[in-house]
């Protein structure tokens, strides 16, 4: 599966932006979808993922109640809803693809290629 994401952009601190990350291939729907960001200097961390049905979300301490993930399996499409954005929320954005749900990065084995998001304080 290929993955494109799309959406960042620059926001003002309590912004919200929503993610996109549209997927080719007809086995989008048999795939666990994750959101992982990184920071300028920072590693690669997790922030959000949902199983293949949709009916299971993990989310990062430091994101939880504040962003929310979904998909659309019929327009092999995974988003993300950004609200209440913070400064320290400023990263590139990637999505990926596992075939488990999980939160970590080596489980994932398909990326797309990232979108930059700014928050401005």
């Known amino acids: 599966v290929q993955l494109q994401a799309s959406g960042g952009g620059l926001v003002q601190a309590g912004g919200s932006l929503r993610l996109s990350c549209a997927a080719s291939g007809r086995t989008f729907s048999s795939y666990v979808m994750g959101w992982f960001r990184q920071a300028p200097g920072k590693e690669r961390e997790f922030v959000a993922a949902i199983s293949w049905s949709g009916g299971r979300t993990l989310y990062a301490d430091s994101v939880k109640g504040r962003f929310t993930i979904s998909r659309d399996n019929a327009l092999n499409t995974v988003y993300l809803q950004m609200n209440s954005l913070k400064p320290e929320d400023t990263a590139v954005y990637y999505c990926?693809?596992?075939?488990?749900?999980?939160?970590?990065?080596?489980?994932?084995?398909?990326w797309g290629q990232g979108t930059l998001v700014t928050v401005s304080s």
């Open positions: 990926a693809a596992a075939p488990v749900l999980g939160t970590r990065g080596r489980d994932y084995d398909h």
